[in-house]
């Protein structure tokens, strides 16, 4: 058993009882993107946090503990995604990547937006011709160091 | 000849003139975000559009004309990018990517975020712990079509 | 279990009770291109064609409910397919792509050929040549959003 | 000089005259489809079809030569495309290649559609929702020999 | 089950009774080389090919209907094959590939030569200084379509 | 200057002159096999037969004598070739190369067909159904050594 | 001109004058590590920093800006480096990076170790079985932000 | 049963008992670096090392003795890692390589730092900007053998 | 089952009975490289080899008969090794590949080093300063057949 | 220029003068495998044979300083080489790869045989069923250091 097992547990759970992410994540007390990605094996959980999934799906405690170790990040079988969905934004990084290179180096200077020291809000934005997914991306602005 | 020159020059242009991408994207009357993106090659210029930037970056009429074509899109060299801070973009998809498609495909059912219909906007954050990088990123849903 | 495994077991039980694409797509009432699709485990079924579908391949009520969770899309093993008749698809992307990208945007200026709102039609054209396989493709052009 | 320059020529030449592909294809003779590919340097040009694109372009006697030379064929650099727009056919081949296998098979048995006995057709689909892209691929069935 | 599943199944057989190719290609009624690809799960069975089958290698009914199935090719894990058998072919296309375009060009013009209207004979030929192996490829030349 | 650059000087000569392949091999005293094979740059010439091709494509002596130095082989840009004519010899490898590993398996043995010992014939075949490409690959049988 | 030509004219002056990284980190001020970093193309020059770059390797002003520019970091030509000496490090990274990110783990919890907040210092240990290379690393830990 | 085999149940053992690297370095009697390492499958344990681990986490006789064969070493899935904290290693060998490889050379002169005859120690260090990692590398210089 | 499975077996019973492959070389009959290369599924075992073999590691009839067969050769995961050992070789064939074909070729002219009639000593070779590894490499000649 | 223009100079040279590897190898004053490896930019020169190869090639003073500096290593175009005298080398390494590493480990324990540490001695083998090229490798072995 490992840390694989236990997402593949709590994917099957939640389609067998019909759970939604955003309800999960009210359960356990964090935002519901946060608590998608740590569902989906991204992130580590709290004592706390483990308890409330362990209830939520059913979880014996040795999968309870599992959530609790940090994991092997990565959730993409391919470096390219083969998934529409998921390429799109690859191709976000592929056509635009030079461009937000480009504006956070003016603004900020040499350095990186966190991908750590990070958060993520997606929602739905309505429009008349068509409604829009709109994420916010927030990142810790970190220099490099000169030494 | 090819585009790829032309950004060449543009690039060459602005370190030397020291101009700005802000500075820039006033001119030419459209978003910072858009305009650095047609600077880099990934997009198409209408006339007018391209007209001012040959005055801004002593374009020839030849090289002006290139700007009008649509371009072979595609800014990275490798498929998985080198650079720090785009890295740091294509880990987010990487790390985050099950996670935006299970949350999208609650909200909105089988589909697509467009990368077509879509805008960003970069800007900075003020924090008293650091300021952080904030992006928005705005795509149409176009849902899968059923026939 | 997951959506794969749903696939398989569809997949066998067509071969065993020598059912055909065709008829199957009568029964669920979509095109046969869709429902061949959704069958590979490419699309997602609504409620009612789930239950189409249960019937058919005899699937547990689970399994009818993976069937209505969008899937992870993606149906080949690798990069470059290694089927002849997959292949040929690909070589026509390769050898025409630039082809195709001239094209469309000679007529329709920058943006794309939706891959989403999109219908195939794949049918037997008589020749008295040697009969002929033709396709129509079907996508909604999706201007790049300037802002 | 390689047959890849004449093609640079070509394009050079298209941009600064303002040529349009479908103009040069009635020029040349044949299909803006076919001729597109052959100005590309995917196809071979015959003596005659040669002599107007060297009017056409200002093709020197060996730059003409070239076109009626076989060439090394396949327009693409990379095995997975960066282009939006090629990459949507790409993503076709990816999610609907087994489909496609599955119902060229069901409909004609063991064998391929022919890349090579193939043409294509893309023209504008009008449509109150949006203008489609409308593409027809014809290509011989060729079945499997059995020996 | 799959068609693997099935090719294993041969494969196991045939080396617990210590069958030779040639003669289950006799029995079969078809070239060695043609009945070998088939075996090894490459083509496609008729029905009365696969009861020669069924019976030779003990297949369930089950079994023997995947034989008909058209299935999905390719005999290789790796782009590049390991074994030295296999590679020094990969060689001899990597070595003499652009000779084999030229030569078939130069006698064809531009086209293919079929790897689906494709026969195949591989025997030994005797020579004092050691025996070498003679290999006959023919394939129908399928030109290029012009419209 | 390399080998490459003489290579390219031969192709360029050869289209100017419109010479052909089977003439040039004719001059030389090989098979047009083995003589376009080193034309392209893939064979080295003996000191009489780079004579033969300085004196055919008007090199200097330091080109002819590029020619007598042993190069480095392969001709393909690409693992898997794009262009279609070399990609279906690939496909043949690719469909085939196990049955053709088990059918000199159970002739020979362990061992290998060898590519150094090795000889090639390219013949057009005359059939009413279409001509066909005809192509003998004799190499010489070399066993595993037990040591 | 683009950042890796003044790279390029970097090295060969150095090369030329027969100057010493040591050295040259003395006259920019900073450390031998982060100086030969930065003349590599991998960091960012301030405005004082550049004219003391000048005028060591007799720069123009425009190469002189361009060092000042935020530059596309990344300094090896494949995902595994063939050099030996790099090698060795990359093969660090292979055997021991689970080790490092169980250890890291351990004691801070899920999170990063930066490699932007980040110095190194390379140095001669002295050892009578043999000189070894002594390398320490600094890197802030940054924790995985919960939100 | 491999190695692979015993590293899953250290692992799983590990996380029931709620045990710590640290602890298990001490019973073993080696460094927390080398004992994590060896548990992980990249290092090879002495008999009594092997009998330690035996005991602590409940291994067969069978178990233990894999534990004492050398192992096939490489902790990655993929050439470039997927989980963030190792890819900043990954990264540091990215965009260091070639400052590392200078500042070596110039130190010691043509050779590697052994990445076998190596040790590393791994540690916090304090800082009120926020806690570090260190890391101490120490690899002896092997040069170049001229002969 | 396949070879493979045998060769998991007879490593399994290796360690277990604590046998050592120059000791099974001896009951073989041959030399250990040899003997070790077949263990490990890359050589084919004579009837008699065989039989051996099957007593020594207790295998039933049929692993006995699979080792008779010709196997799919290939013992490394990835294209580039993982292992330190084995990287070293690959090192080699990288740093010297070009040393070793240049040196080759001017004591032999245009061919090959065979690595079919082919044999390797590894031994160890006493010295003060280190005992070193000392492997002998005999390969026969193959010159490049002209036609 | 860089030291591949350097390595470009001196096999343009080589070739024009007829010069041969063992010639130059006397007149540098070491083995011919270590100063072909080093003209063919994978080694570092001393001061003084850099002065004769200075004299031999007719470098400029330069140039002879790039022979002083340490190269970044690497002799091949792709990670699997298309030489097929290269590839018999892959070869070996991909087939006696764990063949190699199980006899080393079984005489030495764990460790490496030194790729730099290390030597080569190549020569021809005289052998009436045709010459063997004979190969001795000889590298220190390293083990790993337990700590």
């Known amino acids: 058993m490992d840390r694989n097992a236990v997402t593949k547990k709590i994917l099957f759970t939640k389609v067998s009882k019909g759970m939604k992410w955003s309800g999960i994540a009210q359960r356990i007390g964090q935002s519901k993107e946060w608590v998608t990605a740590a569902c989906l094996g991204q992130m580590t959980f709290s004592k706390s946090q483990a308890e409330v999934a ?9 999968e309870a503990a599992w959530l609790q170790i940090v994991p092997y990040k990565g959730s993409l079988d391919t470096a390219v995604p083969t998934d529409p969905l998921i390429y ?13 290179k480009e504006l956070i180096h003016e603004e900020f200077g040499d350095g990186i937006m966190s991908a750590i020291d990070f958060s993520m809000d997606i ?10 997914v709109n994420v916010v991306l927030s990142g810790k602005f970190l ?3 000169v030494y």
């Open 88 to 100: 799109r934004w690859y191709e976000i990084v592929n056509v635009y990547g030079m461009t937000i």
């Open 123 to 132: 929602r739905r934005e309505s429009d008349p011709k068509g409604d829009r």
């Open 54 to 62: 362990q209830e939520l799906f059913a979880l014996t405690d040795e």
């Open 143 to 145: 220099p490099y160091k």
